[in-house]
């Protein structure tokens, strides 16, 4: 049975009370990690604030959840203010979201920029998760992840089709020395099954419909 991850980006949503109301009403608990087979990876991406909380929570209970973050500073530890360094990361996380097309958007993040994001995160040993939006990237770098995200899906109700994604997917493990690629943009419970029953897809990233608990537990169940 291949692995798949199933990752939740919260991206710029959710108060304390929200994220922990969150966790509460996720209904997964130690005993009923068994219901999936454990070639499922789940991966909850909140804001940076609300790490501590939900690793508390997560090791409180023996979740099977790991966490991952959305974002990581190009630099390492020092004299950059505002920035969370792959370091600080660690103490939280195993996974970080690098290059997803809102930070290429609205912060002007080049490859370069990202490139360096990558080699911050491989050096504090966190599992980078690589979004693009089509197969011609250039990463010199091995990636754990690479997640498949047009931009016309992201957030509009209109993913791409299961089969594009498939040949995209293909085109990217041809291209890369990626061995995961997931797909991202507009995922639900309803469509889930139709992208990770292609061989070629391990997994989906899932913005909006990961901010319902519920929602994003019958993604899993279903994936
Ligand atoms: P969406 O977002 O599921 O809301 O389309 C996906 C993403 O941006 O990662």
């Given at each position: 049975m291949k692995k798949l991850f199933i990752i939740a980006n919260w991206k710029s949503n959710k108060t304390e009370h929200e994220s922990i109301k969150w966790i509460q009403e996720f209904p997964i608990s130690s005993r009923s990690?068994?219901?999936?087979?454990?070639?499922k990876e789940i991966i909850i991406c909140p804001s940076f604030v609300y790490l501590p909380l939900l690793k508390s929570y997560i090791l409180d209970h023996n979740l099977p959840i790991k966490l991952g973050t959305q974002n990581i500073s190009?630099?390492?530890?020092?004299?950059?203010?505002g920035e969370i360094n792959g370091k600080q990361i660690k103490d939280f996380a195993d996974y970080v979201i690098i290059g997803h097309s809102e930070r290429r958007q609205n912060?002007?993040?080049s490859e370069e920029t990202i490139n360096k994001k990558i080699e911050q995160a491989k050096k504090y040993r966190l599992t980078p998760i690589l979004c693009v939006q089509n197969p011609d990237f250039r990463i010199s770098q091995k990636i754990e992840i690479i997640a498949y995200e047009p931009v016309f899906a992201i957030g509009t109700n209109?993913?791409?089709t299961p089969e594009n994604a498939s040949l995209v997917s293909a085109e990217i493990k041809k291209n890369s020395l990626s061995n995961h690629v997931v797909y991202g943009g507009s995922v639900t419970s309803k469509n889930v099954k139709e992208f990770t029953q292609k061989s070629n897809i391990d997994g989906v990233l899932v913005g909006n419909a990961s901010l319902d608990p519920l929602e994003f537990f019958e993604i899993i169940k279903n994936a």
């Open positions: 990690a068994g219901q999936f087979p454990n070639n190009k630099f390492d530890e020092g004299a950059y203010t912060f002007s993040e209109y993913p791409d």
